[in-house]
């Protein structure tokens, strides 16, 4: 009997940001505000962004890999869907990853905004299945780290 080649993962992330819980909540439904926290980096050069955000809307997120970069000239594709929304209060989403033409793993987010004294605390739970050749999960939780990070940088600068 030969091994799976799919790995189960389940990460949560908790971060306090020093704004309400609708600013928050705004930065991940508004669109053009959503795109550069989540979809722009240093590395890479947005090819396509599209979200509707609404139960059933979709997002759309293609990248390709900057010159210099490990991976340079390569294309991330990552489709989904958002399962529910609650205003102020959750946001869960279902997406598959593909690197060039290959899919690497599918993964449902769970987005929740707890308000407290100091503003607002995000929880975000990843579930993710990993497939053969993909990042996997240190590198995928890494990678939410850093735009939650980005996150609280365009909270920062008001948005």
Known sequence: MSESGVVHSTFVIERTYPRSVESVFAA????ATRRRWFAEGDGHEVEE?????????????????????????VVISNEGSYQDIVPASRIVT????????????????TIEFIPTAEGTNLICTHQGTFFE?????????????????????????GE
């Open 28 to 31: 991940f439904a508004d669109p």
């Open 49 to 73: 962004y599209a979200s509707e955000f609404r139960v059933g809307g979709l997002e759309r997120l293609r990248y390709r890999f900057k010159e210099g970069t490990p991976f340079t000239g």
């Open 94 to 109: 279902s997406s598959r990853m593909s690197f060039g033409d290959k899919s690497i793993s599918v993964s449902l987010v």
């Open 133 to 157: 050749g993909s990042d996997g999960p240190q590198i995928r939780e890494a990678g939410w780290r850093k735009v939650l990070e980005r996150l609280a940088a365009r909270l920062q600068q």
